[in-house]
């Protein structure tokens, strides 16, 4: 999945395009529009936690560093003479997934709190009340839906598209 994103001048814009992004089936779980605080976005799909902030990304760091971390602790258990007495993987294993765990939630205790770095290039026109919407797609359907929002819509800017997005967004 690849994640675009627009900037739209107003609710009514915003709302034509859902429209046809429905029409031109992306599910609606795939659109989030973002919007200053306190505007009213009505029936627009809002864009949740996982988009405005650093979750997925601080979710996935913890979940590798600790998982890296409980494997060392668990390759320093069994080599410490006599530390040890189960079975050597099922303890590396198993501090592995624990530290895996552990880090992941760790993580997203902090990323929920920090801002997503995806979005700070349209703080400011957010602000002065643009309307972000951000469409995840396939690879393959990028220049179509591109090319349709651009031709209906000409006053919404294309502002990029992301490489990849989490496959758990």
Known sequence: MRRMYFLVPDHDTAAAIVDELLLARIPEKHIHV??????PLGSLPEAGLAQRSDLIPAVERGLGLGGVTGTLAGLVAIAVPGGAVVSAGALVLSLALAGGAVGAWVSSMIGVSVHSRHLKPYEDAVER???LMMIDVSPQRVQEIEQMITRLHPQARAEGVDPDIPAFP
Not at 34 to 39: D, V, Y
């Open 34 to 39: 973002l919007a200053r605080e306190g505007t």
């Open 129 to 131: 009340g643009a309307l």
